[in-house]
């Protein structure tokens, strides 16, 4: 019902920055809460970020250095990473939910920071 592509992944050192996108394909997009996850080597997939039509939300590990936005418009959400760390290296995941379950899972995208 709503396919997630994402983009914006790629190698980067530390302290820089990448720009990740998710475009959905839905007529309420503005209705879905979007969600950013990510999976790092030998590790567990966790949550990193969210939006809904109000309000934010940010793991503590990246609070003061991801940011996210939404445009409806273009149905499309947006995770900004600054000062990135080798830690930070994961499969980012964008998802999206109608209710609490997240229900649509995109492919994923690589980043990867190095020392």
């Known amino acids: 019902q709503v396919q997630l592509v994402e983009s914006g992944g790629g190698l980067v050192q530390a302290g820089d920055s990448l720009r990740l996108s998710c475009t959905a394909s839905?007529?309420?997009?503005?209705?879905?809460?979007m969600g950013w996850f990510r999976q790092a080597p030998g590790k567990e997939r966790e949550f990193v970020s969210a939006i809904s039509w109000r309000n934010t939300y940010y793991a503590d590990s990246v609070k003061g250095r991801f940011t996210i936005s939404r445009d409806n418009a273009k149905n499309t959400v947006y995770l900004q990473m600054n000062s990135l760390k080798p830690e930070d290296t994961a499969v980012y995941y964008c998802?999206?939910?109608?209710?609490?379950?997240?229900?649509?899972w995109g492919q994923g995208t690589q980043v990867t920071v190095s020392s």
């Open positions: 998802a999206a939910t109608w209710s609490s379950s997240y229900d649509f």
């Open positions: 839905a007529r309420t997009f503005s209705s879905l809460t």
